[in-house]
């Protein structure tokens, strides 16, 4: 089995990586998407995406991180996939499931699922450009408004090149609207060879297990559920059981110090705020805490009302 952390753009930051891979059972990060529109971007953007890169693309609990890139401009990708690797990327990943208007407006993430020609040509040249021996993984969703091009799409990846594929079980149309259809997965996994990875509603073990079943997947990627859950990773390979609420009010403390950049009094418990949206998902006591911490605005405030809820629950 492995377990991929999903990317997911505003969320999941390098310093999230870093407390999710320490809790352990990751066995590879993404990236959040770097935009690619037409230029070669300088190595500092992807250092500030991916501080990574200076302990040989793995986090400090030693799991690998790979570059996602997005755009429209296969020269323009390719000449970018270059310089991501030269600067000691773990592969490269490509976004073609990205649901954003803003992104698919200007032609980028999950738009391009409209054309498998597009796609074999982006994967083409981007193939060209990373080394045969460093990974190309794509990531899709099942299609734009519906499932029609879904396998011509998977088949038109594969035959470009790409070494991996990451379905998320959705079109962009479903958004994240349940459920997840993970026998679309199953159909595009016996169309190709490559390895597939399935992607989406994995909150549980069960989850999980159902969706192997279902998929014929070995490979995961989960997102939300890690937010939810977060050690989920771990529970899925049988290591340890779900994190309740007092571990996780423990691990939010934690962040509150893994957590180094932007402004401290105003950052933090924004975040603090956006995990707690997806943890109350799967544990009912995350929204009341929510709800009595929304007027917090400063760090001191937030961290005395952690420490607060932790001995109410001790």
């Known amino acids: ?170 079109t962009k149309a479903e958004g994240y609207r349940p459920p997840a259809h993970w026998h679309w997965i199953a159909k595009i996994k016996n169309a190709i060879t490559i390895p597939v990875t399935a992607n989406g509603d994995i909150f549980s073990v069960d989850d999980a297990k159902r969706c192997m079943e279902i998929t014929g997947c070995e490979r995961l990627m989960i997102g939300r559920g890690a937010l939810a859950t977060p050690n989920l990773a771990q529970a899925i390979k049988g290591f340890e059981s779900p994190n309740g609420w007092f571990e996780i009010l423990n691990i939010l403390e934690k962040y509150m110090f893994v957590q180094t950049h932007g402004d401290q009094e105003k950052y933090l418990p924004s975040r603090i705020k956006q995990w707690l949206i997806f943890i109350k998902a799967q544990h009912p006591q995350a929204a009341i805490f929510l709800q009595q911490v929304r007027i917090i605005k400063t760090t001191r405030e937030m961290l005395a009302a952690i420490n607060q809820e932790q001995l109410r629950v001790r």
Do not use: W
């Open 1 to 170: 089995m492995q377990i991929t952390l999903a990317p997911m753009e505003g969320v999941m930051d390098h310093q999230m990586r870093q407390l999710l891979t320490a809790i352990g059972g990751y066995d590879l990060c993404i990236t959040e998407f770097i935009r690619v529109i037409d230029l070669q971007l300088p190595a500092k953007v992807y250092h500030r995406h991916s501080p990574e890169l200076y302990n040989d693309s793995k986090t400090a609990s030693g799991t690998p991180v790979r570059i996602q890139l997005l755009g429209q401009n296969p020269d323009c990708l390719a000449a970018n996939a270059h310089k991501a690797i030269s600067i000691g990327s773990d592969g490269i990943d490509l976004n073609f499931g990205c649901p954003a208007k803003t992104v698919n407006k200007n032609k980028g993430g999950a738009v391009l699922l409209k054309s498998p020609e597009a796609l074999y040509e982006i994967v083409t040249a981007v193939r060209k450009a990373v080394p045969e021996f460093k990974t190309l993984s794509v990531k899709i969703r099942l299609g734009y408004e519906d499932k029609s091009l879904a396998i011509e799409n998977a088949q038109a990846i594969q035959a470009a090149g790409a070494d991996e594929l990451a379905v998320h079980a959705r």
